[in-house]
C-alpha cells in the first residue's frame, strides 16, 4: 500500500481490501471525515450491519482498542471489523511502540484507523505503515514553486467541480469556483455547506455561476466591496469612489471596508517586493511568478487580470503600497476616526492608485 491524497481516495473506484492499519491525517476535518466515511463503506462491503466501533483518542487503552479489533461480530455477515480511534494524536504518542508491533503482526482480521491531526513523515511508525498500510492525506493539496510549497489552486479547483457535480448535482463553472475560493479558502467543510446551498438554486443539474457565488455566498457586501477593489486596482478611481459611497450609505464602517479590501492590495505589495528582491539578488523572476509568490490564484484567468493591474499602478506605485495601507490604516485608527475624516483617508487611497495620479503625480 502507500500514502495517497484525500482527493484520489474519494475519487478512486478501486475495490482493493482496505489493509489492517489506516491512518487519515491532517488539518481539515471535513476531509477527514468523508476519508472514514469511504474506508467504512469499503470495509463493510455492501453489508449495512458490519461490525464498526468508533474509541475516543484521549480516553481509548490500547488493551481495549486491541480487543475491539480482534473482536468478530455476530451479526457482520462475514465482513471485517472496523474500529476508528478519533482524535488519536495523544494515543499514538503514548503508545508508538506498541502501534510499531502491531502494524509488523496485525491481529485477527480487524482494521484499525487512525484519526490524527498531525502525522510525522519521519518516524519509523510513518515508513512502517506507508510500506503496509494505507495512509490518506487529508491536506489542502500543494505544489512546488521554485523552493516553495504552495496551494495549487488549479487540483483544487478541479476536485471541487467534480465534488459538486457528483456530491450535490449541479455543474460549478470555473469562474464560479475561483470566485468562492477567494471568498472561503480552502476550507473544505465551509465550501461544502456552500456547494450544497447554492446546488438548491441552481436545481437539480443545474449550473453555479460565479454571480450566483457573489450574490447568495458574499452578498451584496461581498460584491461591492470585490467591485471596488477591481476598479481601485484598475485606476478606475470614478467607479472605486462610487462603490465606496454605495457601501457608506448603506451603513459600513470605512474601517470595515479598509480591512475588507486591504487583503487583495497587500498581494500586489508583496508582489512587487518579491519581484525587487529577485531583481536584485541577481536571479530576476517574471512579474507572474512574483504575484503566484504573493498568493494570487495560479490560474491564466487571474494572472492575467493581476499582472495588468500591477503594470497600472507601475513599479514606483506598487511598491509604496505598503506605506500607503499603513498610513490608512493608522489614520483610521487614529487622526480620521470620524466619519467624514475616515471616508477622505479612503478616498485618499484611492485617488492615489488611480490612473490620473499615474499622469500627474502622486497624491
Not at 65 to 88: N, W
Not at 306 to 332: I, M, N
Request: one cysteine or more.
Amino acid at each position: 500500500m502507500a500514502t495517497i491524497h484525500i482527493f484520489d481516495f474519494l475519487d478512486g473506484t478501486s475495490s482493493d481490501r482496505i489493509p489492517s492499519v489506516c491512518v487519515v491525517f491532517g488539518g481539515e476535518p471535513f476531509l477527514r471525515r468523508e476519508g472514514l466515511r469511504k474506508i467504512r463503506a469499503e470495509v463493510a462491503e455492501g453489508s449495512p450491519d458490519a461490525s464498526y466501533q468508533a474509541l475516543e483518542g484521549e480516553r481509548a487503552e490500547w488493551r481495549d482498542v486491541m480487543d475491539e479489533v480482534s473482536t468478530v461480530s455476530l451479526f457482520g455477515g462475514g465482513s471485517r471489523r472496523l474500529v476508528v480511534v478519533e482524535d488519536a494524536d495523544e494515543f499514538v504518542t503514548k503508545h508508538r511502540a506498541a502501534l510499531e508491533t502491531f502494524v509488523e503482526r496485525p491481529r485477527g482480521k480487524g482494521v484499525l484507523v487512525l484519526d490524527v491531526e498531525t502525522w510525522a513523515a519521519n518516524t519509523r511508525l510513518y515508513k512502517a505503515i506507508n510500506s503496509s498500510g494505507l495512509q490518506i492525506d487529508c491536506r489542502p493539496p500543494e505544489k512546488a514553486v521554485g523552493n516553495r510549497k504552495v496551494p495549487d489552486e488549479a487540483r483544487t479547483s478541479k476536485w471541487l467541480g467534480e465534488w459538486c457535480q457528483r456530491r450535490h448535482d449541479a455543474k460549478l463553472d470555473s469562474a464560479a469556483c475561483r470566485a468562492l475560493l477567494e471568498l472561503v479558502g480552502t476550507r473544505f467543510g465551509i465550501l461544502d455547506q456552500e456547494l450544497a446551498k447554492l446546488a438548491l438554486f441552481a436545481g437539480p443539474g443545474g449550473k453555479i455561476t460565479q454571480d450566483m457565488v457573489h450574490d447568495i455566498v458574499g452578498g451584496w457586501r461581498t460584491k461591492s466591496i470585490w467591485d471596488m477593489t477591481d476598479a481601485i486596482l484598475g485606476g478606475n478611481a470614478a467607479e472605486a469612489l462610487k462603490q465606496l459611497d454605495f457601501m457608506i450609505r448603506a451603513g459600513d464602517y470605512p474601517i470595515v471596508i479598509f480591512a475588507a479590501m486591504a487583503g487583495a492590495m497587500r498581494r500586489f505589495g508583496a508582489a512587487t517586493r518579491a519581484f525587487q528582491r529577485a531583481e536584485n539578488s541577481g536571479r530576476p523572476i517574471s512579474v507572474r511568478d512574483a504575484l503566484v509568490q504573493a498568493g494570487v490564484p495560479a490560474w491564466k484567468g487571474a494572472l492575467d487580470k493581476a499582472e495588468e493591474q500591477l503594470k497600472q499602478l507601475g513599479r514606483h506605485r506598487a511598491g509604496k503600497l505598503y506605506r500607503w495601507l499603513l498610513d490608512t490604516d493608522l489614520a483610521l485608527k487614529g487622526s480620521h476616526s470620524s466619519p467624514d475624516r475616515a471616508r477622505f483617508a479612503l478616498e485618499r487611497f484611492i485617488i492615489r492608485c488611480s490612473k490620473l495620479a499615474a499622469k500627474i503625480g502622486n497624491i
